[in-house]
């Protein structure tokens, strides 16, 4: 069965303070690992689309990586407005297969 | 260019009343999602069009639900009669392509009383 486990579930984090979110996932066929970002009260926001093992992509202040087994969202120097959830969802049959989220806090 | 929208925003409804949401997607993606969030669990999917053609309705828990998107642009979805477990919000979403990033709206969360 497709699946999708997100670590942790929250994460309060000092501003600067770097640290990893965890995505591990068991699917058939991968179709693209996908990471989203959602503020309260809307919908996931799209942040990276990875395809392969080994492959990396980087935007600002975070970076994701993918195994063949789990993905990494690094946070780099997080600042307040970073807070958020962070979706995982892996693409099977063209459907998303989500994790729970982790939610991150950055106090400032 | 505009997102993806939905209506309403929230909607509370009794036990046994009809509620008809709406989504319109991106301008052009002929993909189109429905995916559901009930409290504490995890985004799940409901249904896929293409164009207007359902490509996939595996998720749609029973056929209280029905999903239409007649000519191929905005889409319904409609809860008839409504239950108090169909409570939650309710994301739409589009792609341009089947292998698309999927776009996706605020969502419409749905209360059931």
């Known amino acids: 069965e497709d699946q999708v486990t997100q670590s942790p579930e929250a994460l309060r984090l000092q501003e600067g303070e770097s640290s990893s979110l965890n995505c591990s996932y068991t699917v058939s066929g991968l179709r693209g690992l996908f990471w989203y970002r959602q503020d309260p009260g809307k919908g996931p926001e799209f942040l990276f689309t990875?395809?392969?093992?080994?492959e990396e992509k980087e935007k600002e202040r975070l970076k994701a990586t993918l195994t063949k087994k789990e993905s990494f969202l690094h946070i780099t120097a997080p600042k307040p407005e970073d807070s958020a959830t962070y979706l995982c969802a892996v693409r099977s049959n063209y459907q998303l297969i989500w994790g729970a989220g982790t939610k991150l806090i950055i106090k400032p | 260019e505009a997102g993806v929208t939905q209506f309403p925003s929230h909607s509370v409804i009794e036990k046994g009343q009809t509620v008809t949401l709406r989504c319109d997607p991106i301008s052009g993606h002929d993909n189109l999602y429905w995916y559901r969030r009930v409290m504490g669990k995890e985004i799940k999917f409901l249904l896929h069009f293409v164009k207007e053609s359902k490509q996939d309705e595996s998720g749609m828990p029973n056929n209280r639900f029905l999903a239409e998107r007649t000519g191929g642009t905005y889409s319904t979805l409609k809860v008839q009669p409504a239950e108090l477990e169909d409570s939650g919000v309710y994301f739409c979403?589009?792609?341009?392509?089947?292998?698309?990033?999927?776009?996706f709206g605020p969502g419409t969360r749905l209360t059931v009383l």
């Open positions: 979403a589009s792609s341009q392509g089947l292998d698309g990033v999927q776009f």
């Open positions: 990875l395809y392969s093992a080994g």
